[in-house]
Nanobody, 117 residues
Framework: QVQLVESGGGLVQPGGSLNLSCAVS????????MTWYRQAPGKEREFVATIGISGYPDYADSVKGRFTVSRTNAKNTMYLQMNALKPEDTGVYYC???????????WGQGTQVTVSS
């Protein structure tokens, strides 16, 4: 059974930092790219960052230069280091492998990130 467990969110002031984790099970983690999405209340889920099998990253323009995605295959875990946080980074952050390997509408519980002074 696939499990996606996001953690590390919290309340932080603008300009602060957080490090999110995504621990997975139920599939061969090292053989798939992994992606972070986020969703603010009343808005669509949006792409944040992705990391390929070999560790090559890609980012949404809105977070480029501030966020760093990484993975540790031995721990079946992906990370998102978030620096210079802005209020518009607020939302629930979700992780996922390629959607095609999951049941429809399958997501983890997400982790809440709130950036506010």
């Amino acid at each position: 059974q696939v499990q996606l467990v996001e953690s590390g969110g919290g309340l932080v002031q603008p300009g602060g930092s957080l490090n999110l984790s995504c621990a997975v099970s139920g599939f061969t983690f090292s053989r798939y790219s992994m992606t972070w999405y986020r969703q603010a209340p009343g808005k669509e889920r949006e792409f944040v960052a992705t990391i390929g099998i070999s560790g090559y990253p890609d980012y949404a323009d809105s977070v480029k230069g501030r966020f760093t995605v990484s993975r540790t295959n031995a721990k079946n875990t992906m990370y998102l280091q978030m620096n210079a946080l802005k209020p518009e980074d607020t939302g629930v952050y979700y992780c996922t492998p390629p959607r095609s390997i999951l049941p429809e509408n399958f997501w983890g519980q997400g982790t809440q990130v709130t950036v506010s002074s």
